[in-house]
Nanobody, 125 residues
Framework: QVRLVESGGGLVQPGGSLRLSCAASGFTLNYYAIGWFRQAPGKEREGVSCISKSGGRTNYADSVKGRFTISRDNAKNTVYLQMNSLKPEDTAVYYC??????????????????WGQGTQVTVSS
């Protein structure tokens, strides 16, 4: 059974940091690109950061460049999103998803076939 389970969300003050984890099971992680997406109340889902199968290519939304870092450890079947200098506008439910892209790291959501249940990130003082 394919599963993606996000963890690491929570409440943090502006300027703080969180590290999200996406634990994969039921499939071979290094056959898939992985993306992090988020959805805030009343807003459309957006791609935050995505990483290719090998980890050699990454992609970031302009709003998080320089603050967020995506990485993967295929041996541990886990993908991470390190989030620094968090802002209130980063508040959202964060989801990870897998994509069978051959070489790329596109964050186009139509390319992603399995999604996790999400983890809430709240940035507030």
């Amino acid at each position: 059974q394919v599963r993606l389970v996000e963890s690491g969300g929570g409440l943090v003050q502006p300027g703080g940091s969180l590290r999200l984890s996406c634990a994969a099971s039921g499939f071979t992680l290094n056959y898939y690109a992985i993306g992090w997406f988020r959805q805030a109340p009343g807003k459309e889902r957006e791609g935050v950061s995505c990483i290719s199968k090998s980890g050699g290519r990454t992609n970031y939304a302009d709003s998080v460049k320089g603050r967020f870092t995506i990485s993967r450890d295929n041996a541990k079947n886990t993908v991470y999103l390190q989030m620094n200098s968090l802002k209130p506008e980063d508040t959202a439910v964060y989801y990870c998803a897998r994509s069978p892209q051959t070489y790329g790291s596109s964050c186009n959501s139509v390319l992603y076939d399995y999604w996790g249940q999400g983890t809430q990130v709240t940035v507030s003082s």
